[in-house]
């Protein structure tokens, strides 16, 4: 894993290790279905979804700029993964620091355009406070794998059943742990961690609308980082959306309290069909 001295290093690679297993892991039924690929390119990875329910949400490359330079070669070897593949639109994200110092021409030759912005955060797991909740949390036993998955996207309001079977299939795979939260025996929040080496990725945390405020993602952080450090891992790491207005945005105020700090924020480069060099 990457050292500790470097957290954009070990937070871009993580992420980058979390997309490809997840873009590993999907049902050939539900690749299909969504016309999904998966690519390593210049040390980073590259998901395409010609059929995203999303609208180009599932269409990015992260991790690049860490093992090789980014260049005009490099861009123009995702971008056209996504051409080819159909995407209806790509996101390319490299941490501010591996932007090349031509990036302005860069991203004018290829028609790049700068879209909504992600904090990275980046804690010791040690380091993240206990959280209580009237919520029952922990992992989510394998019989129930499929419920959470469907969960998820629910609470993420895109229920898609190619999707949710992405889901489980990674949760169900080596490093990913699913977990959640009930009501009695109602699953009303998830959250997944991916241990990789000396460091753990959070990602897929949501809640039910009814059931928020009631600290149980709080919670679900703890006791993912609880397990992180029992699997060896030193560091947490998580990605957030940049709220437009300061503390509006619940998911990066839960992490900051809980112990994660912000290191940097990514602008999200927005590649559209027909936009750029050919």
Known sequence: MAPATDPTRLAELLEAE???RIGLAGPEPARRALGATVHRVGGGTVLTMSND??????????????????????ITEVIDLHRRNG?????????????????????????LTPGSTIVRLVGEVDDVKPATTDLRVGPVEDARIDEWA?????????????????VAAAARTDGFRAYAGWDGDEMIAVGTVFVHGDAAH????????????RGVQAALIAARAEHAAAAGARWLVSEVARPDVEDANPSLNNMVRAGLTRRYDRTDWIWRPGAGAA
Do not use: C
């Open 18 to 20: 979390v997309m490809h």
């Open 53 to 74: 329910p999303m609208g180009g949400f599932f269409n990015k490359s992260v991790g690049l700029g860490l093992t090789e330079p980014v260049t005009d070669a490099l």
């Open 87 to 111: 995407s209806p639109l790509a996101h390319i994200q490299i941490a501010p620091d591996r932007l090349p110092a031509d990036w302005a021409d860069i991203s004018a030759r290829h028609g």
């Open 150 to 166: 469907t969960r998820v996207w629910e609470f993420f309001d895109a229920p898609n059943e190619h999707l949710a079977a992405y």
């Open 202 to 213: 959070l990602n897929s945390a949501a809640t039910r609308a009814s059931h928020r405020r």
